[in-house]
Nanobody
Framework: QVQLVESGGGVVQPGGSLRLSCAAS????????MSWYRQGPGKERELVAL????????NYADSVKGRFTISRDNAKTTLYLQMNRLKPEDTAVYYC?????????????WGQGTQVTVSS
């Protein structure tokens, strides 16, 4: 059974930090590219950051570059998102996603999400 379980969300003041985790099980984690998405109130879901299967390459949305860092531990089958200098506009539900394409077929899994609220 595939599971992606996010944790680490909460309420933080502007300028603060949070570290999100996404614990994966039930699939070959190290062969999947992993990413974090978010969906703010009244907004569409957007890509925040992506990391390749081996962790050798990352990519970030312009809005979080220099503040967020995505990383992974394949031995622990866990994905992370370190979020620094948080802003009110970072308020959203954050989701992790696993994806890969094999023999022309796309495999994709999503977590249930964790709420991040940035407010004074």
């Amino acid at each position: 059974q595939v599971q992606l379980v996010e944790s680490g969300g909460g309420v933080v003041q502007p300028g603060g930090s949070l570290r999100l985790s996404c614990a994966a099980s039930g699939f070959s984690f190290s062969t999947y590219a992993m990413s974090w998405y978010r969906q703010g109130p009244g907004k569409e879901r957007e890509l925040v950051a992506l990391i390749t299967s081996a962790g050798s390459s990352t990519n970030y949305a312009d809005s979080v570059k220099g503040r967020f860092t995505i990383s992974r531990d394949n031995a622990k089958t866990t994905l992370y998102l370190q979020m620094n200098r948080l802003k009110p506009e970072d308020t959203a539900v954050y989701y992790c996603r696993a994806a890969k394409t094999l023999a022309g077929r796309e495999y994709e899994y999503w977590g249930q999400g964790t709420q991040v609220t940035v407010s004074s």
